[in-house]
């Protein structure tokens, strides 16, 4: 079964703009990772999280995780058409590698 | 550095026919994946070994799915019989092991091989 929930299903901006996309999840976890998917290719890790962080950046990636209300959120800044991809939310529990993935969100930046 | 390679891309079978789709993760990573993605919905776990142990196959639908890693490196997932509903990609990932990794979990990822069941 899936863990996560991404929110929203799909989301159109132009570029430039600021891209925000969330994720729930129902259990403890262990960490919680973001991936990119453009079409018709296999996933790419983007960030990693762990339980004990609250937020972490990379380029113009930030993640935030809040475990009281078992959420995430994924903020790409100052878009780009290649940003044009499904993102999934993937929680992992403790001592196990075993991640579940949410259903994604669809993003689609406008040139 | 080499990644998750897989094969075939694309497979195109009839229903009740078998089909099998191998993958040979990154070289080192002890732990290897085997996922679903039906269009439209996130990868959904169906077998996850450690070496070449079977770990967790909670959501591999045994009666018709096997996946196998004699020797702890490359994989075979097959399909015998094929459904329509197995129409999906078929992705293959890998990781270090996680008592070395500790936390950082992050898998990698393969191409993915698109089964069309008709």
């Known amino acids: 079964s899936q863990q996560g929930e991404e929110d929203p299903q799909a989301l159109s901006i132009q570029e430039g703009e600021n891209a925000t996309m969330n994720c729930s999840y129902k259990?403890?976890?262990?960490?919680l990772q973001w991936y990119r998917q453009n079409s018709g290719r296999g996933l790419v890790h983007l960030i990693l999280?762990?339980?004990?962080?609250r937020e972490k950046h990379s380029g113009r990636l930030r993640v935030t995780l809040d475990t009281s209300k078992k959420s995430s959120s994924l903020l790409i800044t100052a878009s780009r058409a290649a940003d044009t991809a499904s993102y999934f939310c993937?929680?992992?529990?403790?001592?196990?590698?075993?991640?579940?993935f949410g259903a994604g969100t669809r993003l689609t930046v406008k040139p | 550095e080499a990644g998750v390679a897989q094969s075939p891309r694309y497979k195109i079978i009839e229903k009740r026919q078998s089909v099998a789709f191998w993958c040979n993760p990154i070289?080192?990573?002890?732990?290897l994946y085997w996922y679903q993605q039906i269009l439209g919905q996130g990868p959904k776990l169906l077998i996850q070994?450690?070496?070449?142990?079977?770990?967790?196959d909670s959501q591999l639908p045994k009666d018709r799915f096997s996946a196998e890693r004699l020797k702890g490196v490359d994989s075979t997932l097959k399909i015998q019989p094929a459904k329509l509903e197995d129409s999906a990609v078929y992705l293959c990932?890998?990781?270090?092991?996680?008592?070395?990794?500790?936390?950082?979990?992050?898998?990698?990822f393969g191409p993915g091989t698109r089964l069309t069941v008709l």
């Open positions: 999280i762990r339980s004990n962080e």
């Open positions: 070994f450690q070496n070449n142990g079977v770990v967790d």
């Open positions: 070289s080192g990573h002890a732990t």
């Open positions: 993937a929680t992992a529990v403790y001592n196990n590698n075993d991640m579940r």
């Open positions: 259990t403890s976890i262990n960490n």
């Open positions: 990932a890998s990781s270090l092991d996680l008592k070395t990794s500790g936390v950082n979990n992050e898998q990698f």
